[in-house]
């Protein structure tokens, strides 16, 4: 079965800090998609990043990065110079390319001032 | 992107009801798809809406409970038949703008109450 995992229920940081947030997959499959999905309590599902899983570069978006280890099958997403409006639930998600989306349960991130 | 329109976006009602979730895109896309994120959970995946035919439902969801219809390429719908309080969830409905991009786009959701 494909899994996504996110050990982080909750998690805490300082505004202009790194947080890093954990998110573990297990598939058989080869080429897949990594995203993710910012949830703030508007409720809107914001796209924060993709990653393909062929190419071995770790995606960046601005303050966003992501440490991408496929052997490792990790996925773990860095947000640097943490800003208040970045307080939400995160979910890791991954598609094996069928475009239907696997969610992790999600982390809770509050951003303090 | 794409803007898409989600309506209503709450509602209250009652036992053994049932309502109809909009959902409209301000643009033809390939592929429509219906979530239910229960409170403090996660989403999950309910139906993939096909343009034309009967929906795809994922286990555990059946067609009798939640109707799924797409008329065209821009416009689904979502019904929650014959509500019970375990049906209160938000509902979300996602897009795939072009094949093989597989990044999905999110409504704002609908927050349904039921009592």
């Known amino acids: 079965a494909q899994t996504v995992t996110q050990s982080q229920p909750e998690m805490s940081v300082q505004e202009a800090e790194t947080v890093t947030l954990s998110c573990t997959y297990d598939?058989?499959?080869?080429?897949?998609?990594l995203f993710w999905y910012k949830q703030p309590p508007s409720r809107q599902m914001i796209l924060v990043i993709r990653q393909e899983a062929y190419k071995q570069q770790n995606a960046t978006e601005n303050r966003f990065s992501v440490n991408f280890q496929k052997a490792a099958k990790s996925f773990s997403l860095k947000i640097s110079d943490s800003q208040l409006g970045d307080t939400a639930m995160y979910f890791c998600a991954f598609t094996p390319n069928t475009d239907k989306l696997i969610f992790g349960t999600g982390t809770r991130l509050q951003v303090f001032p | 992107s794409a803007v898409i329109s989600q309506k209503p976006s709450r509602d209250i009602c009652q036992r053994g009801t049932s309502l109809t979730i909009q959902c409209q895109v301000d643009s033809q896309v390939t592929m429509m798809f219906w979530y239910r994120q229960q409170p403090g959970q996660s989403l999950t995946l309910i139906a993939t809406a096909n343009q034309g035919s009967e929906a795809t439902y994922e286990s555990g969801f059946v067609i009798d409970k939640f109707p799924i219809s797409r008329p065209n390429l821009t416009f689904s719908t979502l019904t929650v038949s014959n509500m019970s309080p375990e049906d209160s969830s938000i509902y979300l409905c996602?897009?795939?703008?072009?094949?093989?991009?597989?990044?999905?786009?999110f409504g704002a959701g609908t927050r349904l109450s039921v009592l």
């Open positions: 598939t058989s499959e080869n080429n897949y998609y």
């Open positions: 996602s897009v795939v703008l072009r094949q093989g991009r597989n990044i999905q786009y």
